[in-house]
């Protein structure tokens, strides 16, 4: 089975082509600025690839591009479009309607839709790919949809609610949904795996550190808390994100210059986290060039990045009251090692203990354990793999119906 994993986004759709048989990936590419003029990338599993500026209006366009890759003479990995089997669509948000994933049905789309409000540029961006890949694929290829926030709605309520008055829950679903859970999850069974153990009988931390970053307390496979919340803007420090604070900061700022709630989402969101902070990148490997070259305020965002993280490690063991294993993931947690060193250095009172040279050498999508065998808690490094879990989600969906 063939199944081709999309990731709208409101002016790129990025794709993978997956042949289930072995979980290879046949191809995969980017449309980029769609609606702004275009630019197409693809590339074959076997190294045969094609970019190119082409114009693309809206994402039917772009679908075509994709299409007429999936089968072109060059550069092309199947013959006929008739052999991709199902289509699987990355969601940001699901808020409390979807708590798994989910066949696409005319219904499915409306609930997206319906949540437009708590994502505006995802879910809308979303509805826009499914309904394209209607449109180019036909109605008789299956579409299934699997959302960032599922795996978090195990959540218990008191970790979700936030201390506003209760009316506006009520009112517009005012809630922590929590974001990444996707990565989460794969990066969490595959920890379980990786230790030979049962996820139920285990106590999880999965730090997800990229360009937006959370970090989740998971309690035998279930999420008891995440570090984002009714946003992606909380938690931790992030390339351009502020993460968590005091709400005051937030009118105090707004008052003084006068900025409006869109400016104030802007600053909150776009200019503030590593970038704000260093005023030099919101890339991590930017900012360690510019302090290991002695800037101060890049040395300064780093210390913050590695402090919220331990601030998370520490509240979550607090949450689950024991912890077996920690992971680190996505572009910084699998890359940057010094992170990783000196986060875990500040957690011997855990009994925390991480091999240095093992970890130096956890990047560039190495997977393994960097703890000791003396270490109370095992710490892994396990490169993510979201579209590996949309695909198997769709195939499974696909099986069953
Ligand atoms: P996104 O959240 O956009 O998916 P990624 O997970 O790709 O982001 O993470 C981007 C971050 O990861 C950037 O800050 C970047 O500096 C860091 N990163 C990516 N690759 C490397 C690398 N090889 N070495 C060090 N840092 C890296």
Redesign the pocket.
């Known amino acids: 089975m063939k199944i081709l994993v999309i990731n709208a986004g409101s002016s790129s759709m990025k794709y993978q082509l997956i042949d289930m048989t072995d979980e290879s990936i046949l191809a995969k590419g980017n449309c980029e600025r769609i609606g702004i003029d275009g630019h197409f990338k693809h590339t074959a599993g076997d190294g045969r690839s094609c970019e190119y500026d082409v114009v693309m209006n809206n994402h039917t366009e772009a679908f075509i591009q994709i299409k007429n890759a999936l089968i072109d003479e060059k550069v092309g990995v199947i013959k006929e479009l008739s052999e991709v089997s199902a289509i699987g669509h990355r969601i940001v948000q699901g808020g409390s309607i979807f708590k798994e994933s989910v066949l696409v049905t005319e219904k499915v789309i409306e609930d997206i839709e319906s949540l437009i409000p708590l994502a505006p540029l995802h879910n809308a961006a979303h509805v826009q790919g499914i309904r394209a890949c209607i449109d180019v694929f036909g109605k008789d290829v299956p579409e299934v949809v699997v959302f960032d926030t599922a795996f978090h709605s195990t959540m218990p309520q008191t970790a979700y609610m936030y201390a506003v008055p209760y009316e506006y829950y009520e009112k517009y679903a005012v809630r922590r949904y929590g974001f990444h859970g996707t990565s989460h999850r794969y990066v969490s069974a595959r920890c379980a795996e990786l230790m030979g153990k049962d996820i139920k009988d285990l106590k999880m931390i999965t730090c997800?550190?990229?360009?937006?970053?959370s970090i989740t307390a998971i309690d035998g496979g279930k999420v008891v808390d995440t570090s984002m919340g009714l946003t992606p803007l909380d938690g931790i420090m992030m390339?351009t994100r502020t993460g968590c604070l005091d709400p005051s900061v937030v009118t105090f700022i707004a008052e003084k210059e006068g900025f409006t709630p869109s400016e104030m989402d802007t600053l909150l969101n776009k200019k503030s986290g590593?970038l704000g902070i260093s005023g030099v990148s919101?890339?991590?490997?930017?900012?360690?060039a510019a302090a290991e070259a002695g800037n101060a305020r890049a040395q300064l965002a780093i210390d913050m990045l590695e402090y919220h993280i331990l601030k998370y490690i520490g509240a979550y063991t607090a949450v689950l009251g024991r912890v077996d294993a920690i992971v680190f993931t996505?572009?910084?947690?699998?890359?940057?090692s010094s992170h990783r060193e000196n986060v875990c250095h500040k957690l011997g009172y855990l009994g925390v203990e991480i091999d240095d040279k093992v970890n130096a050498k956890a990047?560039?999508g190495v997977e393994g354990k960097i703890s000791t065998e003396n270490s109370k808690v095992d710490v892994f490094v396990i490169p993510?793999n979201e579209e590996i879990v949309i695909a198997r989600d769709t195939m499974a969906l696909v099986n069953k119906a």
């Open positions: 997800h550190l990229g360009n937006g970053s390339g590593f919101s890339d991590d490997r930017d900012v360690c996505a572009g910084i947690g699998e890359n940057q990047i560039r993510t």
